[in-house]
């Protein structure tokens, strides 16, 4: 086992590697992606500086939305170009997830969009009261139950969201039914209004529906996609 990791190291150090452990899937570290991102002009670096003023960064003063977990980021760059006026932050833990958000942004120029690299557990040491929505998009669903303080609708996160929310605005989706039942069950204690609902996204149909990399990947399967918008 040492072996097999000593020898992908060696022939492919720049690329990422899925690992399949069980049914599990870990992305493995692309050298240099933190770096990759920095240079690019949309990460936000010293991102704990900004806090109650993340609107500075941006060249109109518009309300701001965040996504947590955007992974490789279709979803944030299609808001980004479809809002010009919405000002948008994407978060992500892993820079080599992100960093694929670059090819989208090649040939573009976005004034609206900047990206964070950091874990939401620290959310509400760098965000003030200054995020209007707040996107989870197919967030892991961490279905062990001894796991269940990772899930980003765990009561500690929602507590964390009405740290920085103006007024509390999540709009959710995922294919994971269980996440889906957890979250709604998560919302209504925390004293949450579900303001929209679809138990099938997709047959819904929403014309101004964005997907995500995840949404294609499951949606092109057939699974059934659901959403949550919930308001204080
Ligand atoms: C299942 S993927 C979905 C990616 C993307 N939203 C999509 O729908 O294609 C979940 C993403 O959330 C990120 N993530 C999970 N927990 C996180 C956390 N606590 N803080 C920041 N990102 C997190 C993961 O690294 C991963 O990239």
Known sequence: MVLVE???????????????IGDKMRLKNIKGAYEKLLASGYLIENYKEYKNNFNSLFKEQNE?????GMGKGNFIVEMAKKHPHINFIGIEKYP????FVLNKLEDINLPNLKLISMDAEELDEVFGKEVSCIYLNFSDPWPKKR???RRLTHHSFLEKYDNILINYKIIQKTDNRSLFEYSLKS???YGLKIEDLSLNLHQDNPKDNIMTEYEMKFSSKGDIIYMVEVIR
Do not use: D, G, T
């Not at 701001?64 to 947590?68: K, V």
């Not at 080599?96 to 960093?99: E, G, T």
């Open 187 to 189: 919302y209504v204690e």
């Open 96 to 99: 080599s997830a992100q960093m």
């Open 64 to 68: 701001l939305r965040i996504e947590i």
């Open 147 to 149: 796991h269940a303080k």
């Open 6 to 20: 000593v020898f992908k190291n060696m022939v492919f150090p720049y690329f990422f590697w899925y690992n399949f």
